[in-house]
């Protein structure tokens, strides 16, 4: 399941902390586990519990605190839409309303063609940008108007179009 490539990065993680404190590097592992396979899996919880020495219901409990792991498989493009109070105050539930009906999906689910997975977020850290997404957990974007999503799906699409 973990291939000699991925050890190898979670031996880079693992060495920042001293070795009782390996388990330190969860969050690192799992994300490697998640770029490699798109989502974490219960088996891929139990490799990593496993590499780092510790009960395979710690990371379960990481792998499900945090909204960055997926637990199952999702589209390619992530939309984490923050619903949190300051974004509420500038329309972040009409946004995520928005893409809703746009990609014809209700949150928390995928579209058929697989491009696309609609999640609500807690606070993104952003207040100041409101309303806020990420995509893919790496690219945050910011005062996201219907304008806006709209030329954000039409680009991601373009770009799968391209590919």
Do not use: W
């Not at 994300?31 to 780092?52: C, D, H, M, T």
């Not at 792998?63 to 619903?83: D, E």
């Not at 910011?142 to 179009?161: G, H, R, T, Y």
């Amino acid at each position: 399941m973990i291939s000699d490539a991925m050890k190898a990065r979670f031996d880079r993680e693992v060495s920042k902390y001293p070795d009782e404190q390996r388990q330190s590097a969860v969050m690192a592992c799992l994300s490697i586990v998640q770029q490699e396979f798109g989502s974490v899996s219960v088996e891929s919880e139990r490799a990593v519990a496993q590499y780092l020495r510790m009960p395979v219901m710690a990371v379960h409990e990481v792998t499900t605190f945090y909204n960055m792991y997926n637990v199952a498989p999702v589209g390619r493009y992530k939309l984490n839409v923050c619903t949190n109070l300051p974004c509420q105050l500038r329309n972040g539930q009409g946004a995520l309303a928005h893409l809703e009906f746009k990609l014809g999906v209700k949150m928390g689910g995928t579209t058929p063609d697989g491009l696309f997975t609609l999640q609500q977020s807690e606070c993104l850290g952003a207040c100041a940008d409101a309303p806020v997404m990420l995509v893919n957990d790496r690219h945050m974007c910011s005062f996201m108007s219907n304008e806006k999503l709209d030329e954000l799906i039409a680009d991601l699409k373009s770009v799968e179009v391209k590919a």
